[in-house]
C-alpha cells in the first residue's frame, strides 16, 4: 500500500512541476498525470473510508484489466506521437479547462456513488447476493441506476 500510495503521490507531484512549468505542449499531460493519480489514490480512500472490510491493494485500482492498462498505454503513446507531429495540438485550450470540469464533475459522482452505498460498493462485480447487501436507492442512486460507472464515464471523457 505504501509503495503505491508513494508512486502515485510521486506522479501526481510530477505532473504539477510538469503542468506549471514544462514546455506548453506538455502542460496538458502534465494535468493528466495528476488526474490520474488522483483518481486512482482517491479509489483506495474511498473504499478504506465507506467499506474498509473490502479494501486491499487491488482497491487502487492500477492494475483494473488488461485492456484499461492497454488503453492508458495507447493514449500515452497517442499524446507522444501527436505531440511529436503536432505540438501547437497539445496546447492548453479552454475546452481543456471544461474537460477538467469533467473530470471534477465525474470523480464526485462516482465518490458520492461510493460514499453513498457504503459497505454495499465493492471494485469487484458481485455474483451473489450477500446477506448484508442492501439495494440503494437514495442519494445519487436516485438520479441514475449506476452513478459510480456514470461518474467514471464522464471522467474517463473529461481526461481526452
Known sequence: VAVRSIFLGYTFGIGIVL????PQSWQAFGIYMSILSTFHYSEFLAIAWSNPKAVSIDSFVLRHSVAYGIAAGASWLEFVIERQYFPNMKEITPISYFGLFMCACGETLRKLAMFTA?????HLVQTEKADNHQLVTYGVYSLCRHPSYVGWFYWSIGTQ
Open 19 to 22: 503542468a506549471l512549468t514544462g
Open 118 to 122: 457504503k459497505h454495499n460498493f465493492n
